[in-house]
């Protein structure tokens, strides 16, 4: 009587009152947010979809399955949002610089060369951060890196190396158009926004460290994501990377922009000097001290 009284109850626990519909709960050896569960999850929905076609054709019979619990709408919510939100941005992203960078500088080339050291702090960010949170395991409590911390990083990413990019090139466009060399202007405009840059990256980098701290691994990882963005933008991208780039460019830099006849120039002892045209004798060449 006991095992009948249990049975009963087990029964209308998992069909449906007009018994037209069942409940099947599934136990795996693994845990939910493990990196196993998402493809178990999918793989078990092609089956179920398998099972329901491969029946009804075979007794004519009409059913439907359904694949359900909250680790299962998170994950759908994770292919629904990685279906089209990539696209999106990175369409986005290049109308944006390219669009940018002609309306500001009236060039071609700068929105390339800003898309290119996007995509190296990019590349380096994430990187750095699959390594530590996925093959370190950086977050004790999680099995890699959170799904959401791409699609929120990303966009900060991109403004963040945008922001120094831009207010270093912005400087070096007003020397090359007073007349400075494009070598000249380089090295003067990386002098005159050094310290602002360096300032600001710092202290974009303690503001975010303060999520390094945080117990939740999602805000930890978003945390590690901002401070290395904002280190290697401060530290490699805007002192080493972009002056090389553009000292390899010189001039194409601004293409098709028509810059002004250079006047002054740097000597091969570093000094900058102001081309007499006049003379056309760079002996008579003024120094200019600055």
Not at 14 to 22: E, L, Q
Not at 114 to 135: D, K, P
Request: aromatic letters at 12%; proline letters at 4%.
């Amino acid at each position: 009587q006991e095992l009948k009284s249990l049975y009963r109850s087990v029964f209308y626990k998992n069909v449906g009152a007009n018994h037209t519909s069942h409940l099947l709960t599934f136990y795996v050896p693994f845990g939910p947010f493990g990196h196993r569960a998402h493809p178990w999850t999918n793989k078990l929905r092609e089956v179920l979809h398998g099972f329901e076609k491969s029946e009804q054709q075979e007794e004519s019979i009409k059913f439907d399955t359904f694949l359900g619990g909250g680790i299962t709408m998170l994950f759908d919510q994770v292919d629904q949002v990685y279906k089209n939100t990539p696209a999106i941005m990175l369409t986005a992203i290049i109308f944006t610089v390219l669009g940018t960078s002609a309306f500001a500088f009236g060039s071609a080339m700068l929105g390339p060369r800003l898309l290119l050291t996007i995509a190296f702090t990019v590349s380096l960010v994430f990187g750095s951060s699959v390594v530590i949170f996925q093959y370190m395991h950086g977050s004790p409590d999680s099995a890699g890196l959170y799904w959401i911390v791409p699609i929120i990083g990303l966009p900060v990413i991109v403004g963040c190396t945008l922001d120094y990019d831009s207010y270093l090139v912005a400087r070096i466009f007003e020397f090359r158009s007073s007349g400075m060399d494009t070598t000249a202007s380089v090295i003067n405009g990386l002098q005159d926004t050094a310290s602002v840059i360096t300032i600001a990256g710092c202290i974009m980098t303690v503001a975010f460290g303060s999520m390094l701290f945080s117990s939740v691994p999602a805000i930890q990882q978003v945390g590690f994501v901002l401070v290395t963005c904002s280190l290697l933008d401060t530290f490699l991208v805007r002192s080493i990377l972009v002056p090389s780039l553009m000292l390899i460019a010189v001039d194409a830099n601004w293409w098709p922009r028509r810059m002004p006849p250079a006047t002054i120039f740097l000597d091969k002892h570093g000094r900058m000097r102001i081309r007499n045209f006049l003379m056309d004798d760079y002996r008579n060449d003024l120094i200019l001290n600055r």
